[in-house]
């Protein structure tokens, strides 16, 4: 139980912070969408 709330803890931060990375790094990102 504390395993598997401790992983999406940990995963849903990173998933953002990769996701953001992503979107800065690609150029096509934010022009497509510029929420």
Avoid at 19 to 29: A, D, I
Wanted: charged share 10%; net charge positive; aromatic share 12%.
């Amino acid at each position: 139980m504390y395993m598997s709330i401790l992983l999406v803890h940990w995963r849903y931060p990173m998933a953002l912070l990769t996701f953001s990375l992503v979107r800065l790094v690609s150029p096509v990102g934010p022009k497509k969408s510029p929420v």
